[in-house]
């Protein structure tokens, strides 16, 4: 069982029925024991960084998810919360990626926020198995998570490269959304079930 967990951080949903089209059982919570029991866990989220951080302090789950053993995965701010800090508010976050989180500068040919889709390149994880490098992914957010030792994507946004996956032993970040990402996102759900 697949736990989703619920921290009014938005596209909940949407990861709900990716994961159904993929025919796994999934349980939204923000229950300790049943996130604890679950095989996966996936960390949503759309919004502000600052505001879902709040949130997951309020609900108790900041260490009991650095403390997990078993597959993690952040979306999107999800991904941005598992890194040391976020521009966003500004934030600390749980620092589980050694990335820090920037905003991207307006500049001509490249609006703010980033969105639409873009090809992901340098793949370097069982996450992007039999994914070949300039995929076309689904990307929506204003900012992103600096290039580190745990980068496993790379994308372009005007002149800047950023992380566009993250992994740090068993914890795995996309600021895409795999769950809008068409074959590629439904490839990459499908290697994350099967780790």
């Not at 701010?77 to 905003?103: H, I, K, N, W, Y």
């Amino acid at each position: 069982m697949i736990a989703i967990i619920d921290y009014d951080a938005g596209n909940i949903r949407s990861v709900g029925n990716a994961l159904q089209r993929l025919g796994a059982e999934y349980e939204l919570t923000a229950d300790p024991a049943r996130i604890l029991a679950a095989d996966k866990v996936i960390l949503p989220g759309v919004g502000n960084a600052a505001r879902a951080m709040e949130n997951l302090r309020e609900r108790g789950l900041c260490e009991l998810i650095t403390g997990l053993r078993r597959p993690v995965l952040g979306i999107c701010v999800g991904m941005q919360l598992m890194c040391r800090d976020s521009e966003e508010g500004p934030t600390q976050g749980l620092g589980l990626f050694d990335a820090r989180v920037r905003r991207f500068i307006d500049t001509p040919g490249a609006k703010v926020p980033h969105m639409g889709w873009n090809a992901i390149g340098n793949l370097d994880s069982k996450l992007f198995k039999d994914l070949p490098g300039g995929s076309f992914v689904y990307f929506v957010h204003s900012y992103y998570p600096t290039l580190c030792p745990d980068t496993i994507a790379t994308c372009r946004h005007g002149g800047q490269t950023f992380s566009a996956a993250l992994k740090y032993e068993n914890f795995y970040g996309t600021q895409f959304h795999p769950e809008k990402s068409g074959s590629a996102g439904a490839a990459i759900l499908r290697n994350f079930l099967a780790l």
